[in-house]
């Protein structure tokens, strides 16, 4: 059995964003649900106007294994208050 051919595709761009940690399953998976757990209508405001502004609809997201807690992050400027974030590759293809 041969292994599917992947297409070879030119990277357009690539960029990091320091993501809040608890928003990766969401972002990542579309597994909204762990909004539901926090039940936290504000960080979730704050989440879809994230995704919608910072990261584009064809980007393949690359998050580092390690998180740390910072102050000053991507998501600062929609409200979000300090928290464990994790260092996000971004890669958009042609």
């Not at 998976?29 to 936290?40: P, Q, T």
């Not at 995704?51 to 294994?65: G, M, T």
């Amino acid at each position: 059995m041969t292994a599917p051919t992947i297409a070879k595709r030119k990277i357009a761009r690539q960029f990091t964003l320091e993501i809040p940690s608890h928003w990766l399953v969401a972002i990542i998976n579309g597994d909204e649900s762990c909004f539901d757990y926090w039940n936290d209508p504000e960080d979730f405001k704050a989440y879809q106007e994230f995704c919608e502004n910072e990261i584009p609809d064809n980007a393949v997201l690359d998050p580092s294994d390690i998180s740390i807690f910072l102050k000053y992050h991507d998501a600062k400027p929609y409200g979000v208050l300090p928290c464990d974030i994790t260092e996000t590759l971004v890669t958009i293809f042609d």
